[in-house]
């Protein structure tokens, strides 16, 4: 079946720019979760979801970060006035249940930000 | 807060080499832990999960161990071959029950034909 999908794969954004990123999730999966990951990195956590509700947005590294999962599907991690050190890649992961659970995280490719 | 060590940073062997990848964490109330694998400009693909009432997982050529009272876990892979270069990445829950995973650094394997 089909996996966990992002788009773009690659942005390129000029600073102070806004991006949207975008995640497409597995069907019937309840959470969602955003990492981001530096170059030579392993992924930080950013933010979660579970359905529609953003149980956990602590990893977020700024005000500029927001995310939303309207209707417990897709979900958009928005940047505004992106700055040099948001370039990195976007990764997105679901899993078919939520918190306590046993569970596997399933990733998509990711999106490649570079802010110049 | 927890963290997570992966050892060494890199690795270079040749094709048929049996060979052992290190994880290790500071705080050993995890749920599992979850091996990764990840190719160049793609995201990561899932190896093996272990639960924290295990002691290993085996898949294929893969066997991952898990020691939780001291906080370490080894990936061991049988007979490399050229297509297993990646780098492999260990992560653990942020929480005792949360699915929120803290990341180690990586190991980036190189398989040598």
């Known amino acids: 079946g089909a996996g966990v999908s992002q788009s773009p794969r690659y942005k390129v954004a000029k600073r102070g720019q806004d991006v949207a990123l975008r995640c497409d999730p597995i069907?019937?999966?309840?959470?969602l979760f955003w990492y981001q990951q530096a170059l030579g990195q392993g992924p930080e956590f950013l933010t979660y979801?579970?359905?529609?509700?953003?149980?956990?947005k602590s990893g977020l590294p700024s005000d500029r970060f927001f995310a939303e999962r309207p209707e417990g599907s897709v979900s958009t991690l928005k940047i505004q006035r992106t700055q040099k050190e948001d370039s990195a890649v976007y990764l997105c992961?679901?899993?078919?249940?939520?918190?306590?659970?046993?569970?596997?995280?399933?990733f998509g490719p990711g999106t490649r930000l570079t802010v110049t | 807060k927890q963290e997570v060590t992966q050892i060494p940073a890199a690795l270079s062997v040749p094709e048929g080499e049996n060979l052992v990848l290190n994880c290790s964490f500071t705080?050993?109330?995890?749920?599992?832990l979850q091996w990764f694998r990840q190719d160049p400009g793609k995201g990561l693909t899932s190896l093996l999960l272990?639960?924290?009432?295990?002691r290993e997982q085996t898949s294929g050529r893969l066997n991952a161990s898990l020691d939780k009272s001291s906080g370490r876990s080894t990936l061991y892979i049988a007979a490399s071959q050229p297509g297993d270069s990646a780098t492999y990445l260990c992560?653990?829950?942020?929480?005792?029950?949360?699915?929120?995973?803290?990341f180690g650094e990586g190991t980036q394997l190189t398989v040598n034909p």
């Open positions: 992961a679901s899993s078919l249940v939520g918190d306590s659970i046993s569970y596997e995280q399933y």
């Open positions: 069907s019937g999966h309840v959470s």
């Open positions: 979801f579970q359905n529609e509700a953003q149980l956990d």
């Open positions: 705080d050993s109330a995890i749920y599992n």
């Open positions: 272990i639960q924290s009432s295990q």
């Open positions: 992560a653990v829950p942020r929480e005792t029950s949360g699915s929120r995973l803290t």
